[in-house]
């Protein structure tokens, strides 16, 4: 059974990216404003405001028409985009858009509009039509109607702008930055080293995978509280974004154990059906591998946009070098491990998507020429021997691939 934990992370993570959440949000709210605004707001002064309900109920459904128009724009706009970033960027990079705030603000406004001028119609038709229509409700359905109206100039824009390579991949370089930073607030308690020696003990009791999905966020502090009192160790060989099933071993824990031990250790671990790119590291830089990919395949053969992807990643291994990424420890006041977790590190990531994108460019010599330095600037960032090694080892490589007659100058 998947763990408490799961459970709210599925609900959260559907809720990030269900649309029609926010429309629905947004036409509750809108009826809602329309019955409070109507019942409750100031009378009409025929001197100031001469509209009767007759007036008002063609300014309203011309109103509800303009939203329509407006609303079929976006939509059509939307499916291009849509289309447009599947095929040409990336799958993922369209889930990751899609769980942005400006879409959900843009479906809320629409939504929270035509409620409004709906439940106003239905109010006003209960008045004669010589009658004079409350002043309030006119003037939120135009505030409204203007709201509608810049939303569709930014979300216009906003979309375009989004289908350009450079945008899309600038845009993703950006959501590597803030998810890194995101998860070193994570683990602002843990301390991150660069490799841990402990060895398994031969009575220690094996960890499994209690439900099939992704890893998406691991409670160090929990689980530090669990052997806080005694000398046992809890050790995670997978890190957030690892795939698991059911079973799985995924880390080992010293005896004694109790029964009572293992589902609190579970609790502590994440896992849901999908994973998080808010808090996934590799998530984010695989989209970025997906958009060089892409362009590098046959169908598509646009070297350039490779070469922009990989000096993204450069910018991205590079920033990780600086990070807290790696292994999260938490030890006791002895010094004792009492928790580690086997997180990825800066030449992890670099060894799985440079060698990506190695596969796919390395007939092309400008992208072998930025995957060279890619690799010799995460050779001198990196902080460990053991990133530095698989830096060198994946320089080693680009370099039998464009061949041992390259001069030093001209790999830059």
């Known amino acids: 059974m998947p763990s408490i934990r799961g ?14 959440l926010t429309a629905i949000i947004g036409a509750v709210g809108g009826a809602v404003g329309a019955f409070l605004a109507e019942r409750y707001g100031p009378e009409a002064d025929p001197e100031k405001f001469a509209i009767t309900v007759d007036q008002a109920r063609a300014s309203l459904l011309s109103a509800l028409a303009l939203v329509f128009t407006g609303l079929s724009i976006v939509l059509a706009l939307t499916a291009l985009a849509t ?17 942005g705030e400006g879409n959900k603000r843009v479906l809320a406004v629409f939504a929270a509009t035509a409620a409004f001028i709906i439940t106003s119609q239905v109010l006003l038709r209960t008045g004669a039509g010589d ?19 810049v939303m569709i100039v930014w979300y216009i824009d906003g979309t375009l702008q989004s289908m350009r390579v450079d945008r899309a991949i600038s845009w993703i370089g950006r959501r590597i930055e803030s998810v ?28 499994v995978a209690p439900d099939d999905g992704y890893v998406v966020s691991i409670d160090t502090g929990g689980l530090a509280r669990l052997v806080e ?7 995670l060989e997978v890190g957030t974004g690892h795939a698991v099933v059911r079973g799985e071993c995924i880390g080992w824990m010293s005896a004694p154990v109790v029964d009572d031990d293992l589902p609190h250790v579970l609790d502590c671990l994440t896992i849901a059906n999908a994973r998080d790119p808010d808090n996934d590291i590799g998530y984010a830089i695989g989209v970025l591998v997906d958009i060089g990919l892409m362009a590098l395949s046959a169908a598509v053969n646009d070297p350039r946009t490779g070469v922009e992807c990989t000096e993204m990643l450069t910018v991205a291994c590079t920033d990780l070098a600086g990070r807290d990424v790696g292994i999260r420890t938490r030890t006791r006041d002895d010094g004792s491990p009492s928790v580690i977790v086997i997180e990825n590190t800066m030449g992890d990531y670099l060894d799985g998507a440079g060698r990506q994108i190695l596969l796919y ?19 001198r960032a990196a902080r460990s021997d053991r990133d530095r090694r698989l830096a060198r080892a994946f320089v080693a490589d680009v370099e039998a ?7 030093e100058g001209r790999s830059w």
Do not use: W, Y
Not at 83 to 93: E, I, Q, T, V, Y
Not at 136 to 148: C, P, R, W
């Open 7 to 20: 459970i709210r992370d599925n609900v959260q993570t559907a809720l990030k990216e269900d649309q029609a």
């Open 83 to 99: 289309g447009n970033m599947a095929s040409k960027f990336s799958p993922r990079l369209l889930r990751m858009r899609l769980r």
């Open 131 to 149: 009658v004079l229509a409350p002043p309030l409700v006119m003037a939120i359905s135009v505030l409204l109607l203007v709201g509608v109206g």
């Open 180 to 207: 890194v930073k995101r998860q070193e607030h994570a683990a602002r308690n843990d301390v991150v080293v660069d490799t841990t020696e402990l060895q398994r003990p031969p009575d220690a009791i094996d960890l």
């Open 229 to 235: 009192n005694d000398e046992r160790c809890i050790v």
């Open 361 to 379: 460019g390395a007939d092309d010599r400008t992208v072998t020429a930025a995957l060279l330095r890619l690799g010799r600037q995460c050779e």
């Open 401 to 407: 691939v464009r061949g041992a007659d390259i001069s």
